[in-house]
């Protein structure tokens, strides 16, 4: 059972700029999560027929799909995909 007022003095302390303040759950409660991503970052899907954007959890979800005639891809400087026609190459490369 969590302890509610803890939870709400420290979120209270940090608003008001005293720092975080957690309790450390028990092992019998602990939780591992891999993570495949850092949440709200995008790449170009393995098939690239659309876009996927990590979600808070740390998985990729697909975010959408590109229209006929174009692909997914990357573009590093903007850190986002783009749907492009097949023979588009980022400028500089």
Excluded: N
Excluded at 5 to 20: C, D, F, M, Q, S
Excluded at 56 to 66: F, I, Q
């Amino acid at each position: 059972m969590r302890s509610y007022p803890k939870v709400l003095l420290g979120l209270a302390t940090a608003l008001l700029g005293g720092g975080i303040a957690f309790t450390t759950p028990s092992a019998a409660t602990a939780v591992t999560m891999e993570v495949e991503c850092a949440p709200a970052t995008y790449r170009a899907s393995d098939d690239a027929t659309g876009w996927d954007v990590c979600a808070t959890d740390g998985h990729w979800v697909r975010a959408g799909d590109c229209p006929p005639g174009t692909v997914a891809k990357f573009f590093a400087p903007a850190l986002s995909p783009y749907c492009v026609p097949p023979d588009w190459q980022p400028p500089g490369q």
